[in-house]
C-alpha cells in the first residue's frame, strides 16, 4: 500500500509566471486616476459644415457675374475720360507736351489704366483716333493724315532704319516718338482679367519719359516718400507671391490638371482593295472618301436639251 501511495514531493510543479501580477493599490489609483481631454477638439465632433443649396450657389454666381460687369463698365467709362485727355494744355512758363505732360494728368492717366487689358487700351487708342486726337492719351496734338496713297508707306527712305509701314498704324500717332511711348504702356499691361487684378495695390504705370514730374518729386518731398512707399508695397507683394510660390500654395499657380489621352488606331471595316482607274473620269470629285453629288435630273434634262439642239 506505501509503493502505489503518491507523495507530495513526486508530484509536478506549476510552472511560474515571470510576469508581476498589478497589485490593488495601483488598479485602484488607475480606476481613480481622470482621464486628460484634449484641447483639440476631435474630427468626428465637429459640426458638419452644411452644403450650399442650388439658391445660395446661383445668387453667389450672379453676384460675381455683376461684379465683373460693373468693372467692363467701368473701363468704357475710363476709355471715354482717357479720350478727353490732357487737360492742362499749359502750365506756369512753359507748355505741356507729351514729352513733358502735367501731373494732374500723369496721375490721372495710371489711375485709369492700370485695370486695362491690350485690347482696352488698343479700344482707347482707336476712340482718340476717331476724335482726330493722337493714340497717346497725353499728346494734345492731332493725328497725322498722309493723304491719298496706297495701303503702305516707304518711312526713312535711304536710311538704316528704313522699313515699309502700313498707312492706318502711321496715321495713329502724331509722331514716331508718341507711338514709342504709347507702346511703352501697352507693354506694361496684364493679359488677365480686370476683376482678377482689382485688389493688387502694387500695379503702377510708368511713362516713358517724364522729367518734369521727375524733377517735382525731387523738389517735393512729399511726392518722394510717396513713390518709395509705392516702390516698397509693390516689392513686398512680389515677395509674398514668390513665397507662396515656393511654399507650394495653389492660389496664383496656373492649372497642372493632367488629362490621360489615349490614341489608337483607326479599325478599318472594308477589306483592302487593289487601285483602279478613273473609270468615270469623276474620281477629281472625290474629297476625303465622299463624292460630291449634283442634281442628276438637272443634269439629265440638259442633256437632253443638248441632244435636241443638235438635233436640229
Not at 254 to 271: C, G
Not at 278 to 291: I, P, Q, S, T
Request: hydrophobic residues 30%; neutral net charge; aromatic residues 4%.
Amino acid at each position: 500500500m506505501s509503493s502505489t501511495a503518491s507523495t507530495p514531493s513526486s508530484q509536478p510543479k506549476k510552472p511560474k509566471g515571470i510576469l508581476k501580477k498589478p497589485t490593488t493599490s495601483t488598479t485602484a489609483s488607475t480606476a481613480t486616476t481622470p482621464v486628460p481631454i484634449s484641447p483639440f477638439p476631435i474630427e468626428e465632433h465637429k459640426p458638419a459644415t452644411p452644403k450650399p443649396g442650388a439658391r445660395e450657389a446661383a445668387v453667389q454666381q450672379a453676384r460675381i457675374i455683376q461684379q465683373q460687369r460693373a468693372l467692363e463698365d467701368e473701363i468704357q467709362d475710363c476709355i471715354i475720360e482717357l479720350s478727353r485727355l490732357p487737360l492742362a494744355t499749359s502750365g506756369s512758363g512753359s507748355a505741356f507736351s507729351s514729352s513733358n505732360p502735367s501731373p494732374d494728368d500723369a496721375d490721372a492717366f495710371r489711375r485709369l489704366v492700370r485695370l486695362f487689358q491690350p485690347g482696352d487700351y488698343e479700344d482707347m487708342i482707336e476712340e482718340r483716333n476717331t476724335l482726330d486726337k493722337c493714340g497717346y492719351a497725353l499728346c494734345p496734338r492731332p493725328r497725322v493724315r498722309l493723304g491719298p496713297g496706297g495701303e503702305y508707306k516707304l518711312v526713312n527712305w535711304g536710311k538704316a532704319d528704313f522699313g515699309i509701314v502700313p498707312r492706318k498704324e502711321l496715321e495713329r500717332w502724331c509722331s514716331r516718338e508718341c507711338a514709342r511711348r504709347a507702346m511703352y504702356v501697352k507693354v506694361q499691361l496684364g493679359e488677365t482679367a480686370a476683376w482678377e487684378r482689382a485688389g493688387l495695390a502694387s500695379i503702377r504705370i510708368d511713362l516713358l519719359d517724364e522729367p518734369k514730374q521727375a524733377k517735382e518729386e525731387e523738389d517735393d518731398p512729399a511726392r518722394r516718400l510717396e513713390r518709395e512707399l509705392e516702390n516698397v508695397e509693390r516689392k513686398a507683394a512680389q515677395d509674398a507671391k514668390d513665397l507662396a510660390l515656393e511654399r507650394g500654395d495653389s492660389v496664383d499657380k496656373p492649372t497642372t490638371r493632367k488629362i490621360k489621352l489615349t490614341i489608337r488606331e483607326k479599325s478599318v471595316k472594308m477589306a483592302a482593295q487593289e487601285p483602279s482607274l478613273d473609270a468615270d473620269g469623276e474620281n477629281h470629285l472625290v474629297l476625303d472618301g465622299y463624292k460630291t453629288k449634283f442634281n442628276r435630273e438637272a443634269e439629265q434634262k440638259g442633256k437632253e436639251d443638248e441632244d435636241d439642239n443638235m438635233k436640229e
